[in-house]
């Protein structure tokens, strides 16, 4: 018993209005899709920096980006210095600078401070662990 070839379906050329229902039809597919959530220093500060203005009411652009570096120096370190030279100087602030900006996270529960040896350091509270983690991972609301 051998089997008979089907027929080929007719060749038709693919119109403008079936490239337009196509290009619909995939926007409506993919319309629920979240954008990839990307995770390279400079779209992780972005994230910091949106999250930042809402969780200290800060708006001063300058400022957000200091404590959203601060922030992502975190991922690396556990702790940091209070008064770290090389972290005033990269945020462009003076020591009494770099102090209110401590001040600031530590009023908003992200940071604590504590004993380092001889010297003071901060690092993060639980609640500024899950925070950062979330905001990092582009989860945070």
Request: aromatic fraction near 4%.
């Amino acid at each position: 018993m051998t089997s008979l070839p089907l027929p080929e379906p007719p060749a038709t050329p693919i119109s403008a209005e079936t490239a337009l229902l196509a290009a619909f039809e995939q926007r409506i597919l993919t319309r629920d899709v979240p954008p990839p959530v990307l995770f390279d220093a400079a779209s992780v500060q972005a994230r910091l920096r949106a999250a930042l203005r809402v969780r200290l009411l800060q708006r001063d652009s300058r400022r957000l980006r200091g404590v959203a570096l601060i922030c992502y120096n975190f991922l690396a370190a556990p702790l940091q210095l209070s008064t770290d030279p090389a972290l005033a100087d990269a945020l462009g602030l003076s020591p009494s600078g770099l102090s209110r900006t401590w001040r600031e996270l530590r009023e908003a529960n992200l940071v604590e401070l504590s004993n380092a040896g001889r010297r003071r350091a901060y690092h993060l509270t639980r609640e500024g662990e899950d925070w950062l983690l979330a905001v990092v991972k582009g989860e945070a609301g």
